[in-house]
Nanobody
Framework: QVQLIESGGGLVQAGDSLRLSCAASGLTFSRSTMGWFRQAPGKEREFVASISWGGFNTAYKDSLKGRFSISRDDVKNTVYLQMDSLKPEDTAAHYC????????????????????WGQGTQVTVSS
């Protein structure tokens, strides 16, 4: 079965950086669209970033552009989320997601567009 395992979360101070990793197995990673979402307590899960297979296209939540960056390593079957200049409002559980069977240009921003989900990794940013 498909497994997506996130890692790299933790407790940091405002202004710090973190890089989240998501190791994928059970799917053809190099032909899978990958994404990151986050969910803060009491709020709905929201889109953070996505990257099409081959890395041809990326998409970001508008307010995170320039501060967060998504990338992928098709040799390691891993997608990353580099988070810089973290703010307390970034505190959330972060989830990795995968979509299969889409074109190389596909970089969606909706939860329903993704087929598989990881269990999440917590990012907590203190002030």
């Amino acid at each position: 079965q498909v497994q997506l395992i996130e890692s790299g979360g933790g407790l940091v101070q405002a202004g710090d950086s973190l890089r989240l990793s998501c190791a994928a197995s059970g799917l053809t990673f190099s032909r899978s669209t990958m994404g990151w979402f986050r969910q803060a307590p009491g709020k709905e899960r929201e889109f953070v970033a996505s990257i099409s297979w081959g890395g041809f296209n990326t998409a970001y939540k508008d307010s995170l552009k320039g501060r967060f960056s998504i990338s992928r390593d098709d040799v390691k079957n891993t997608v990353y989320l580099q988070m810089d200049s973290l703010k307390p409002e970034d505190t959330a559980a972060h989830y990795c997601a995968a979509a299969v069977g889409r074109s190389r240009a596909y970089s969606p921003a909706r939860l329903v567009d993704f087929d598989y989900w990881g269990q999440g990794t917590q990012v907590t940013v203190s002030s």
